[in-house]
Nanobody, 122 residues
Framework: VQLQAFGGGLVQAGGSLRLSCASSGRTLTGYATGWFRQAPGKERELLGATIQSGASSYYPDSVKGRFTISRDNGKNTLYLNMTSLKPEDTAVYYC????????????????WGQGTLVTVSS
């Protein structure tokens, strides 16, 4: 699975942004997927994960209510909708996929996109 994340950019605090992650090579249908981010000097952070069908998702408290993951298996694309953005949301955002949901949530997903930078100005 080859993943490519795009849609990052500069946005003002309070604004919204949608990131996309396109899969090539294989369909995403058989993979759990997730979004992560990493800010300079900080550890990588899981933002949300969804099971293969997309019917169930997990979000950490830090982004719950502001970030939403969705996926279109027909288009082999994963999305991250972000609202009420804050300057502390500035980071490089990555999408990831793995045949096991557990690996997305806990261990380390097998497949990663290249990352897209989101900058939130105050």
């Amino acid at each position: 699975v080859q993943l490519q994340a795009f849609g990052g950019g500069l946005v003002q605090a309070g604004g919204s942004l949608r990131l996309s992650c396109a899969s090539s090579g294989r369909t995403l249908t058989g993979y759990a997927t997730g979004w992560f981010r990493q800010a300079p000097g900080k550890e990588r952070e899981l933002l949300g994960a969804t099971i293969q069908s997309g019917a169930s998702s997990y979000y950490p408290d830090s982004v719950k209510g502001r970030f939403t993951i969705s996926r279109d298996n027909g288009k082999n694309t994963l999305y991250l909708n972000m609202t009420s953005l804050k300057p502390e949301d500035t980071a490089v955002y990555y999408c990831a996929a793995d045949p096991r949901f557990y690996n997305v949530m806990v261990v380390d997903p097998e497949f990663w996109g290249q990352g897209t930078l989101v900058t939130v100005s105050s």
